[in-house]
């Protein structure tokens, strides 16, 4: 019969993709590829081409700068939606908590997660989006605790207002943010009995890191902080609280940030071997301590190491981490601070060399997918169903060192065929509120299997890896015909979206 053959093997000397844990066997993409990677959440259709246009350099810069970026068209989606909360202020967010329904508290959250989502999904603002997600993680809270969500408006446009602004700056909108403030228990901080929680991650997480941690309460120096630092800058925090009548009738009841004198201590303290002495002005032994502390070098490399490792590699390169500690420590006082010490970061030979060390987390994996099969989106209670199997929920981690950002934590057999399931209902429009048109995408001109499959791995993964990474995908297609043989139309328009959803099954599709 004229088409009809047994399933052809693998072409001699070529072999099925290798699994994610040894990726350094996969071919790296091209640079242009690479940069939208690491700059944003993955390429859509006409991405690389545009980078490739423009070049690298030049993408990167206009990354650095979102403001000047037209995004009328995400911003145009998000008028759509009419969001309601997300400028509302401190106290009108507190003033919620006694609405009559409780699930109603609970919205300002779940628009900005919504927000979070679309802008993700469609924004130009590329790097911009992924490194809000980034600081989420790097300041974590979470958000779905009392009454932290009630804040949550008011504690990502902090985040988003410092992407690219001075850690300094940062450190004291973190250290003031009311969702902070309970998330570490400074709030109910106070001489009496000073609380270490905020102390002890400010040190160990936010700036200086636990390599610059020696446990135990010995004497404090310049280089390293122990458990007495800890101590310490506790004490420096209290009275810093916000306006709660319940702790207080004369705190008033509006929920921001204010310092309360009868709580702080006065005491004279000694932090990283910097005497501060007693009877401070108000608020000047804290931001003494944030003085000291976003100066200090071991946070300049802190930053960069972690930085590092959420845009291009999992073990980065001494050189990489000493490029970004450097343009941290020689822009110290800018107000663009950390726009420098991306830059340096991404414009880094590593940033377009180095590959297959980082593994898309859920929240990218999906909105990677997303964007590459350019769906019409919006959020459903049946979109988090599906979303909450793969893992991620955004700001949803308990701990105050945010989600894991190391590919071993996301490698797990579970973990990755939820991931694929959720693919395959996307790629399916099985998902309420997500609906995608692939199969009238897909040029009439390309029947046969191999080049059907070399098609969408090409338009969704951005480039061509070498056809032994994506032969399963020719046999799927195919399904027992001559890989080289002409399916009819409508078979192909029925397999072209599993056949997508098959692609971001690939290895090549899960690395970033």
């Keep these: 019969m004229a088409g009809r ?37 993955g390429p859509r259709p006409g991405d690389v081409e545009r980078v490739r246009a423009m070049g690298v350099a030049a993408y990167i810069e206009e990354q650095l700068y979102p403001e000047r970026i ?47 989502w679309l802008r993700a999904i469609y924004s130009r603002r590329q790097l911009y989006e992924l490194l809000v997600d980034y600081w989420h993680n790097h300041f974590n809270v979470y958000s779905a605790a009392y009454p932290i969500y009630l804040f949550w408006p008011d504690h990502d446009r902090r985040i988003r207002r410092n992407v690219f602004g001075n850690f300094r700056a940062f ?17 109910s901080n106070q001489a009496a009995g000073p609380n270490e929680n905020f102390a002890r991650e400010l040190l160990e997480l936010h700036t200086l890191g636990a390599a610059a941690y ?25 009275g810093w609280t916000l306006r709660n009548r319940s702790w207080d009738p004369a ?18 303290k000694t932090v990283l071997g910097t005497t501060l002495p007693a009877n401070q002005p108000p608020l000047k032994d804290g931001r003494d301590v944030l003085d000291l502390l976003a100066r200090h070098p071991a946070t300049a490399r802190n930053i960069a190491t972690r930085l590092a490792r959420r845009l291009i590699a999992d073990t980065p390169s001494a050189s990489l981490v000493d490029a970004g500690a450097r343009a941290y420590l020689d822009h110290l006082i800018a107000p663009d601070q950390l726009r420098h010490v991306v830059r340096a970061l991404l414009t880094h030979p590593d940033a377009t060399t180095v590959w297959g060390e980082k593994i898309r987390r859920p929240f990218e994996a999906m909105v ?49 065929t939820a991931r694929w399931s959720v693919f395959n209902a996307l790629a399916e ?84």
Excluded at 171 to 187: G, I, K, R, V
Excluded at 380 to 399: C, D, H, K, N
């Design 214 to 238: 020696r446990p135990g309460r010995g004497p404090s120096t310049p280089d390293v902080f122990t458990d007495a630092d800890v101590r310490e800058v506790a004490r420096c925090f209290t």
């Design 171 to 187: 450190l004291e909108e973190m250290a003031t943010s009311p969702a902070m403030l309970y998330y570490l228990d400074n709030a």
């Design 368 to 416: 990677a997918f997303l964007r590459a099969i350019e769906a019409e989106w919006r959020w459903t209670g049946e979109f988090g169903w599906y979303i909450s199997r793969v893992g991620q929920p955004l700001w949803e981690w308990p701990a105050p060192n945010g989600y894991p950002d190391e590919r071993t934590a996301w490698l797990g057999s579970t973990q990755l």
């Design 70 to 116: 037209d995004d009328s068209a995400c911003e145009a989606r998000i008028a759509e939606l009419a969001p309601q909360y997300q400028h509302l202020s401190i106290p009108a967010l507190w003033a919620r908590r006694t609405l009559p329904n409780p699930a109603d508290t609970w919205k300002p959250r779940e628009e900005a997660r919504t927000l979070a």
């Design 429 to 512: 429009n099985f998902v309420a509120g997500t609906t995608t048109t692939l199969p009238a995408r897909h040029p009439a001109r390309l029947t046969t299997p191999r080049d059907v499959a070399r098609y969408w791995v090409e338009r969704l993964l951005g480039y061509l890896p070498p056809e032994a990474e994506w032969w399963p995908l020719v046999r799927f297609v195919a399904r027992g015909r001559h890989p080289d043989v002409p399916l009819s139309p409508e078979t192909v328009e029925a397999r072209v979206n599993s056949l997508a959803a098959l692609v971001f099954h690939l290895p090549a599709a899960q690395l970033r």
């Design 5 to 41: 053959a047994a399933v052809i093997p693998l072409p001699p000397g070529e072999a099925e993709p290798a699994a994610l844990a040894a990726p350094s066997v996969l071919a790296r993409p091209p640079a242009e590829v690479i940069i939208l990677h690491r700059a944003g959440f």
């Design 251 to 268: 705190f008033g009841d509006t929920g921001e940030f204010f310092y309360y004198a009868p709580w702080h201590d006065t005491g004279a």
